[in-house]
């Protein structure tokens, strides 16, 4: 039988964290024989960040570029956030689920609704913040932020965060170990149920 990967979304506030988690979990998971992650890269029409690389953290492109893939129907999903557009290549998904591997999303709420819709067996997970006040502190501690910026920033995660419960798993990221322990057991728990219909 052909070895199936399967689609994971991680969705949650911008600064609690979900890039740090999703980072740690697959170097927790690297090396191993019995299941392969990787991160689907998305594209957007934002500006990198000091220190994102392009292809690695994000395909940078413009918006001209983004509404041709679009128009091709090429993207998984897509999303406006904050002014900028971002999408998931549908072909880069398809290919490593083919080849066994699970694929991870980083995407908002807004995408991951898509992504359940056009994906329906997709495993949607939300990380939550212990508080929004740890929430906004966290924001605050990253030092690039405007006050007008984290404002809209925790207005956005409160619609996000009343959509959590449409996600088949919800993570606490409380204590950062935790948080990336919960989120590997939800893929090694899947992992071994795909074995276990692959074996009969």
Known sequence: MEQTGALFVVSGPSGVGKGTIIKNALERLSGRDDIQVALSVSVTTR???????????????????????????????????????????????????????????????????????????????????????????????????TEESIARRLEIAENERAKAHLYDYQILNDTLEEAVDQLVNVLLSWNQKKGKREAN
Not at 124 to 130: E, G, Q, S, V, Y
């Open 47 to 145: 500006a990198p960040r000091p220190g994102e690389i392009d292809g690695v953290h994000y395909h940078f492109i413009s918006r001209e570029q983004f509404f041709e893939l679009l128009e091709k129907g090429e993207l998984l999903e897509y999303t406006k956030y904050a002014g900028n557009y971002y999408g998931t290549p549908v072909k880069e998904v398809e290919d490593r689920v083919r080849r066994g591997v699970h694929v991870l999303l980083d995407i908002e709420t807004a995408g991951a609704m898509e992504v359940k819709k056009n994906w329906p067996q997709a495993v949607l997970c939300f990380i939550l913040p212990p508080s929004m006040e740890e929430l906004e502190r966290r924001l605050r501690a990253r030092g690039t932020e």
